[in-house]
């Protein structure tokens, strides 16, 4: 089905007339939200920027290409997307359309991640700053007038990112080493920030890859949570069936945390916000009766 719709985007864009954008001075895709969060952030008045997966309560791993999806990406002088496998899609759409105009910002590439690393590196720490940084060294080389502007707010974004990596750092320190799991390798990243010790990842890898866990894997988890071995269970709150809600259910009855994390960033809030957001609450989380 997925394959199907792709090829009908490629297929159909070339037919259809007209574009997305209003005529600012650099038009930008955003294969994710939190992408085109930063991508504004930095670009300011001088860019338009449209996010492709802007939906919290989709699943984005159910993503299908439309032939709208595959205009943006054409009429796009700028295309952000994570890569790592995380959206194939894009590649796709990017191949039907070619163009020595339009340039592309894969996040995956700037921090060195490869098709089989878990692909959620929005939650590296490491990651925001280098797509800003390349946003703003490629709105500079489109837009030279506005330099400046855009070096300015790279600045400002930088330093907005210290209140997090402060919140980071404090967290390690109170909670370093010890034990989290998850249903997913979603928020997998910021847990090695972090230094917590996340255990059942062969059960998570299943999940995240659309496998059934082993029995055995699903024995361990289970005994982790009534035994209490982890403080916290993190679990995705855009994909939950009725293996995530048993275990849910288990860690509420053993005393254990629960905290969901999103694949998409929600309504109203910024990537900063998104991110102090889930640190406070897994904070929290691991400072209660399990501890």
Known sequence: MRKFALALAAALFTLMPGTSFAGASIKVVAA??????????????????????????Q???????SPSTA???ADAELVVY????????VKSLLAASPSDHRKVI??????HRVSGDNPHIWYDPQTMPAVAAALAAEFSSR?????ADYEARLAAFDASLQPMLQKIAEMKQKHAGDAVTATEPVFGYMIDALGYDMRNQSFQISVMNDTEPSASDFAAFQEDLKTRKVKVLIYNDQVTDDMTEKLKELAQQS?????GVTETLPAGMTYQSWMMDELTRLDKAMSGPAS
């Open 71 to 73: 205009r943006q990406i």
């Open 255 to 259: 005393g254990v945390g629960i905290i």
């Open 82 to 89: 994570s890569g790592a496998d995380y959206d194939p899609w």
């Open 32 to 57: 994710e939200n939190f992408y085109a969060d930063i991508a504004q952030q930095i670009g300011g008045p001088e860019v338009e920027v449209v996010s492709i997966l802007n939906n919290p309560n």
């Open 143 to 147: 837009d030279p007038a506005h330099k």
């Open 106 to 111: 894969v996040a995956a590439d700037l921090v």
């Open 59 to 65: 699943d984005p791993h159910d993503f299908e290409a």
